[in-house]
């Protein structure tokens, strides 16, 4: 199993652009979750989906985040406009039932 | 909801010590008490978890205790080595629409720095 696929690793944009970063999940599981890292805040939950509805999304920042999973195996984090207080590590994870969570790697967003 | 709190957010050890971490969560309704390990430019990845039904669960050189009545859970490494340097989270989790598990709630992380 390749685990939770992340895509870009790294993504540095200009103020104002839309940034979308992608994710795969373990094939079979049901559940997925976008999180954000920052040393000021550490780990926050944006937004979970199971069975590839949205369940609780109380931690998307503002409109100018949305997320999508248009199918069992892939999930889309958008934002737009961008701004630089976005730079962050977003993870991307995945569990079955009621299994333990699988990160993917990460993507860097650096918003300039 | 949930609030899980780390400490300590630093830890060194020399190599061949043990190292501790301890967590407190607020909700006792929570059953499900993951830790990962993060090194660096990766993702977390969970190393050992624990639900509320156990008290102590042991795998090699890590362990961890669960003590429900006083809301509080710990990591303990047993002859640390300079690998087991990483950032290491402690989660907990409660039911979540009838699914056995919820959303996790992570403390904020412990940087363990193993020393050779």
């Known amino acids: 199993d390749a685990g939770v696929i992340q895509s870009p690793r790294h993504e540095v944009t200009e103020m104002g652009q839309e940034v979308t970063l992608r994710c795969k999940p373990i094939?079979?599981?049901?559940?997925l979750f976008w999180y954000r890292q920052t040393m000021m805040r550490g780990l926050e939950l944006l937004i979970y989906?199971?069975?590839?509805?949205?369940?609780?999304d109380s931690g998307m920042p503002e409109d100018r985040f949305s997320a999508k999973m248009p199918n069992a195996s892939f999930s889309t984090l958008k934002i737009q406009p961008s701004e630089p207080r976005d730079s962050a590590v977003y993870f991307c994870a995945s569990r079955a039932g009621g299994a333990g969570y699988t990160f993917g790697s990460g993507t860097r967003l650096t918003v300039v | 909801g949930e609030n899980v709190e780390q400490h300590p957010s630093t830890l060194s050890v020399q190599e061949g010590d043990s190292a501790v971490i301890k967590c407190t969560y607020s909700?006792?309704?929570?059953?499900?008490f993951p830790w990962y390990k993060q090194e660096l430019g990766k993702g977390p990845q969970l190393i050992i978890d624990i639900r509320s039904n156990v008290g102590e669960k042991k795998d090699q050189r890590i362990a961890v205790t669960l003590n429900k009545t006083a809301k509080h859970f710990s990591l303990h490494i047993t002859e640390t080595q300079p690998e087991d340097s990483a950032v290491y989270f402690c989660a907990a989790s409660s039911r979540d629409r009838g699914s056995t598990l919820g959303r996790l709630y992570f403390g904020r992380g412990t940087q363990l720095t193993v020393w050779p």
């Open positions: 989906f199971n069975n590839n509805v949205p369940i609780d």
């Open positions: 094939s079979g599981h049901d559940y």
């Open positions: 909700d006792s309704a929570s059953n499900y």
